[in-house]
């Protein structure tokens, strides 16, 4: 097993954002984790990658406790992540930002670049290699995101959303390069909210709601379950509400 | 290689300073300009390239000054002596700041530095054995020649230069290096750093250390030209302000930044204040202050960043829209 | 013995009400727009010398000094912001630090040059003499200063808790595009707040003057005070000031009686950073 994440709990105040989620991920999955907004997947996300700490709960990979892991001690056995915003490095060039990210394997400059030179070939990049970072639109940053967390050489890479806010056309392209990750044998873990993204890539989904688990399963099988539509219109049902009034904006402070 | 050129021409200018400037005020002034630069360069490494502004540099900058004094009013040794037990200190003290504060937002950060430099002149200001409010002197006849203790400005002036070379060569390796690598992307991004394996408060607490014992050097190069240090001189939190203002002014986070900053404001401080005399150094601050708001301001990247952009404008346009319109085509 | 004893630390709570009132001034900036006013220390030492001018020069006493220190550092507080924090706020923390740091300097020495490095400080009788209160003597300087400082932060917290200002306040606080999006003006509410939070200050400065030393320097100091004072509570919250506030005027004043004068600001310096140590989020923060 390469990941076995048990009872994880996050709390914020008496607010539980994820309450005893388990996942375990074999060699070669590609999870999909899905559900409405709000429901807990980031944070659960935010928990694997070590971003955030646990309430309670554990989390082993490859039979290791790492639990207790800051992120970079996370990155250096293996597991590598994108975030949802792209966090660029805009003081750098595309090849720097990818450069950080070898850097874990190899203290050389010249190595490090030579591997970064090779991850940005293969995500088709390397015309972009010395553009200033900050010069990238979203596919590019969104693009450049994964090719720095390849530059790691992870074992199980983690997908925050890879493809909000990209066209049709984009999320094909970034389909296809997730599909020549997969390949290569990298596990990966995808949060997503469109669908067709995970009805064409995942092996197996996790539904949440509410920071709960409510199903899992093939795409297929989650897509049918009752409880899972009803989680969904149930939240576009109050999104369409919420539109209409403004208090509900304004959460916490107003009370 | 163009910029080497430029590089090779900046050094002999500077080389040549002293020998075309002959007056004792101007090359007193020649030398001001270097130690300062060396102070801030060393400010540089910490608070521009690793964006973790301290501004309790004055400790560092104390312990290489009171260092050096002490190695000879306590035990008649030479000054130079004090240098290496002035950076084991100021490393020390950057490690029992820097390990807890690195940790948190950059805010705490910079209040705890604060605050320590105010503690440290605090009590050094009741400690008897460092000289207490008075402060502890230099060889006033200097025995030989490793009391470092000359009347001309001239062999201080070259001592200087040949540090702050070695201080920019330091600075120069660590850009050019891993370290240097994980440095900016922390500043850029934290998060998105140690996801990538950077350990970030590693790196930050190494720069503060590295720093800091760059910074306690020009401590002691200061205490040994001016042949004293006192509460004032030494740990006073304006020391702090003024290496932090010249790397601001001349450009945080690049190599020769701090140089430019400390080239404009010395002669700038040195000059008024012997045009106004005692009121002037009121004045100077106030010129200081509005210098500072208005580099925050308008620019914040100092002006040799603005220098750079420039020119990067004027040389690199085409390029420029090339490379957008590439980017939007990427993936 | 102990009747001193209790004296210091009535002494210390009435000066500690007055740091709670300009430290809050300090949360506030800080809590709502994430911005660290590294000059705040300079508003309180601008506000004594407003009531300096106005006690001294002027011939007014602290009913007119106070509200016009206050007034007047409310709007240097509104110039500022609009002048420098709008911009800087979103710029890197170089920026910010800088700025508000410069401004420090700025204002520091043009009062150094304008008035000197002297000491100055008020005659003793300003307000009112000394008296007894069952045996413990208080001046009533000191006396005013405390209570009304004490009324004024808790007004404060109301005004922050309490009003419809205060929550328009803080739902820009919480999230300024949502805040704009239901109408409020982020730039007004900020701008309300530098303009309470310089206030507080100059409010501040006026009562400390009846009985502190006066010198350009002084705001160094106090904004050191601030910075511990809002550490130790945790940041953005007011009654976290208060509290910390009146501790911090306590164990001042008792390590000032039992281990001397000059050791007072080295025990509340190494307070702070061990607070920075051990408890970063604050006295009543969460972790």
Redo the contacts between chains.
Sequence with gaps: MLLDARGVTKAF?SFKAVDAASVTLEQGDILGLIGPNGAGKSTFFNCL?G?LALTSGQVLFEDHDITEL???AR??LGL??T?QVP??????TVL?NV???A??RT?H?AE?EARARSVLER???M??AD??AR???T??R??LEIA??L??EPKVLLLDEAMAGLTQR?VQ??ID?VRDIHRSGITLVIVEHIMEVIMSLASRVMVFHQGKEIARGSPREVTSDPAVIAAYLGTRAAKAAAGHT?IE??????T | MRRTLWLLIALALVVAYPLVFTTPFQQRLGALVLLYAIAASAWNIVGGYAGQISVGHVVFFGSGAYAAMGAYAHFALSPLIGIPAGIVFAVLIAAVIGGPTLRLSGHYFSMATIAVAELARLIVTNTEYLGAAVGLSGPTVPRNVFDMSFISALPYYYLFLAILIITLGITWWMTSSRMGFYLRAIKDSERAARSLGAPASRTKLYAYMLSAGLTSVAGALYAMIFGFVDPESGLGILISVKILIMAALGGAGLLFGPFVGAAILVPLEEISNSLLGGKGAGLTFVVYGAIIVLIARFQPGGILALINRLWAKRRAKPTEESISKEASHAS | MTFTLVQVIVGGLLLGAVYALFSSGLTLVWGMMNVVNFAHGDFVMLGMYVAFVVYTLLGGGPLIGAPLATLLLATLGVIVYFGLIRDIMKGPMLAQILGTFGLALLLRYSVFWWFGANFLSLPENLVGGTFDIFGIRIQASRLLAGVVALLVTFGLHLLLTRTTLGSRMLAVAEDATAAQLMGIRPDGMQAIAWAIAAGATGLAGALIATFFYIVPTVGETLGIVAFVTVSLGGFGSVPGALVAGLLIGVIESLSGYLIGAVYKDIVVYALFLGFLWFRPQGLMGKT
């Design positions: 105040g990658t971003d800051l992120p970079e990155a250096r590598a992540r975030f966090q660029t490095f805009e003081g750098m720097e450069m950080i990210g850097f874990l203290p400059r490090a995500v088709g990049m015309r972009l553009a200033p010069s990238l639109g596919p590019g969104k693009r720095r967390a530059a790691t984009e392209l970034a390069l403004p904006l304004m959460g916490g402070p107003a």
